[in-house]
């Protein structure tokens, strides 16, 4: 089994959501998963590297739901595997 690499723990998720760019697009994205200093997401659309998304996430715990506003860049961006042609999955960097 191959050692796990990462700096900050993953943890799924299932949520939809708008990202805004830099350019001014509107993007619909699906959470994969989340961690301390990013996400990965699945959309229909190819996001170039660097480009600067804002978004709102939905969460809830037992005090109910919120949204959170959260900025980033896009740090990684490929197709999706099979079973999703046409797809992406997107790797947002948070910004401090």
Partial sequence: MEKERRRRKRFPISRTFE?????GEIVQARG???SEGGMMCQTDTDIPLGTYVIFQLPVSDEKGAKTVRCEGTVL???AA????????????????
Wanted: proline share 4%.
């Fill in 32 to 34: 994969i998963n989340l």
């Fill in 81 to 96: 595997g099979p079973g999703d042609e046409g797809k992406f999955h997107i790797v947002i960097d948070f910004n401090d």
């Fill in 19 to 23: 990202l805004a760019t830099s350019d």
């Fill in 76 to 78: 990684r961006s490929c």
